[in-house]
């Protein structure tokens, strides 16, 4: 789950990483109240959940209450990469010496945690990063071992973070390690990481990625949950229960384990296709979760084709098959349907599907995951 930059800001404070204080609004006159708490001059910061504000107008300076009812005014309702700005965050506006970077990722080739530290941070970042890499040092971080203090203090060096703003940069690196560990973060950037002329060290910006699958640990997320941008097939699925993450293909997908429904990914892109999302229906292929899975996916208007790939083992193939057929029958599917059932009792699966009142251009049945996916892309074609 992504956040915005004010919630990633809640989120740092949690963890004692220092932050401007703020104020998040609505509407104008939200705005303005919230400019008198923090103090002028102040900065009116969208939020939406990309990158660039700044350079696309979302990031203004604003001196006193009309300066922040004029940039409030533009930037409410602005358009930023194809999001809307329904929220701005108003904060305490700092005094800048120095921006640099700093973030927490997980480097899964490399099974560890990556540290990534620039002198050179603020707005161009990209482009530091595609010019002058070596201006980003990199630190993988054992998960067990941790974070040792004599390796940040390196990195920090490397980096070429001047002598003054090295013991503040230390300091919010190990908070921000521990927010991202213990916070269950899949991401965790400051960017830019300021210097200001005082000698503190401050997050400027957030962007904080939360690992859904440790929601369970975190009831304080739930207050995360109600601003969640989630498009309408995500937000459906959520509602269903279902393991679902949409993508921009034509190939719906139906699958039962995460590792087939990975797979099945893999073979429609290898036969040429692309899928339109990932779906898991787990164990349990009856009646209810393939309705669900197929409703869901009936809502992605770019889905040509349906690949539903289920290997019975605990659920048995005639479950799936009667699964699907009643499933179709209250489900009206836009898109044909390619199946391909294997292991315990598949055959008996296939029979009931055959033997159903189903038009044999609406639901075919394959022998093979590759013949299959083959058929489901073809099909998506138009052939
Ligand atoms: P982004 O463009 O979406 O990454 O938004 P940021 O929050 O990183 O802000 C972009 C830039 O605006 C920063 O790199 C700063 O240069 C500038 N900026 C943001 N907040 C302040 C502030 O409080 N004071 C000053 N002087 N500049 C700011
Ligand atoms: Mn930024």
Known sequence: MDLFEYQGKQYFAQYDIPVSPGDVATTVDEAVSAADGAGYPVVVKAQVQVGGRGKAGGIKLA?????????????????????TVERVWIEQASDIDEEYYASFTLDRAAKAHLLMLSAKGGIDIEEVAATDPDAIVRLHVDPVAGLPAHELA??????????????????????????????DCDLAEINPLILKPTGEV??????????GNAAFRHPEWERFAGTEVLDDRERLAKEKGLQYIGL???VGIIANGAGLAMSTLDVVNQVGGDAANFLDIGGGANADVMAAALEVINTDENVR??????????????????????????VEIRA???IRLDGTNAEEGRQIILDADIAADRLVSKPTMLEAAKTAVAMARGN
Do not use: Q
Request: charged share 25%; glycine share 14%; aromatic share 4%.
């Open 336 to 338: 044909p349907i390619v």
């Open 202 to 211: 401050h997050a400027l910006d957030a962007k904080v990625t939360l690992d």
């Open 305 to 330: 084709s349906i690949f539903i790939n289920i290997f019975g083992g605990i659920t048995r193939g005639e479950e799936v098959g009667r699964g699907i057929v009643e499933a179709l029958r209250r």
């Open 63 to 83: 001196g006193d209450a009309d300066e922040v009812r004029n940039h409030a005014g533009n930037i409410l309702g602005m358009d930023i990469k194809g999001h």
């Open 248 to 250: 921009d293909g034509s």
């Open 154 to 183: 390196v990195a920090v060096a490397a980096a070429e973070i001047p002598e003054r703003a090295r013991a503040g940069v230390v300091g919010i690196l190990t908070k921000l390690y521990r927010c991202y560990t213990e916070g």
